[in-house]
């Protein structure tokens, strides 16, 4: 039972590239989230699924896409990197009825 | 819209020493009540957690009240150890997708 895992672990972008986080769970909870972390700011909501094929945005979900094609994994997607994105990404996920949320071990992302 | 508010850090203490973190959180209805830790180069690990006004939520000597007149939930710890180190983030849950909003998180650095 791995419980929360993300990938990568860290990557360097260029200003104008894309690419995804990967976040699986292996628990068959129905909730899934993406935050963001900066320093002095916490935690902060960027997109969350309630179930599969459904998603919904955040706090500050601009530049950012998600997907949710099957219960087990929530992508995270960046269309055009920007300095702005520089930033600890957490997915975590919750079953139905319970509040708990439990956390992966994050990736470090930095654009240039 | 609901907020939580943690006293800045760090927070340095001497082991064996008595830990206050504060946390306030302004909120419409009764939400969930969550500390939340994180060692360094981790993710973020439930410590504790409330449900309801007077509950009070315990987990490795750490205690932490519901407090609804005072909207507020501070952590405590009668005598903290070096391995305590980390940031304590508290939180609360928003809505039936059970959302967690954060606070600034509070460095705790515990000297031997």
């Known amino acids: 039972n791995a419980g929360v895992t993300q990938t990568p672990k860290f990557r360097v972008l260029k200003t104008g590239q894309s690419m995804t986080l990967l976040c699986a769970q292996d628990?068959?909870?129905?909730?899934m989230y993406w935050y963001r972390q900066d320093p002095g700011m916490g935690l902060r909501l960027i997109h969350y699924?309630?179930?599969?094929?459904?998603?919904a945005k955040g706090e500050v979900p601009d530049g950012y896409n998600v997907s949710r094609l099957k219960k087990q994994n929530f992508l995270l997607g960046l269309e055009s990197a920007a300095p702005s994105q520089t930033s600890v990404y957490f997915c975590?996920?919750?079953?139905?009825?319970?509040?708990?949320?439990?956390f992966g071990p994050g990736t470090r992302l930095l654009v240039l | 819209g609901n907020s939580v508010t943690q006293m800045e850090g760090p927070v340095t203490l001497s082991e064996e020493a008595f830990l206050t973190i504060n946390c306030t959180y302004t909120?419409?209805?009764?939400?969930?009540l969550f500390w939340y830790v994180q060692y360094p180069g981790e993710g973020l690990q439930l410590l504790l957690k409330?449900?309801?006004?007077?509950d009070k939520g315990s987990n490795k000597g750490f205690e932490a009240t519901y407090r609804k007149e005072t909207t507020s939930f501070h952590l405590e710890k009668g005598s903290v150890q070096v391995s305590d180190s980390a940031v304590y983030f508290c939180?609360?849950?928003?809505?039936?997708?059970?959302?967690?909003?954060f606070g600034s998180g509070t460095r705790l650095l515990v000297r031997p």
């Open positions: 409330a449900t309801k006004a007077d």
């Open positions: 939180a609360l849950s928003e809505g039936s997708s059970y959302k967690l909003i």
């Open positions: 909120a419409t209805g009764y939400p969930s």
């Open positions: 628990m068959n909870h129905e909730y």
């Open positions: 975590a996920s919750s079953p139905l009825i319970q509040e708990t949320q439990y």
């Open positions: 699924s309630v179930g599969e094929g459904t998603t």
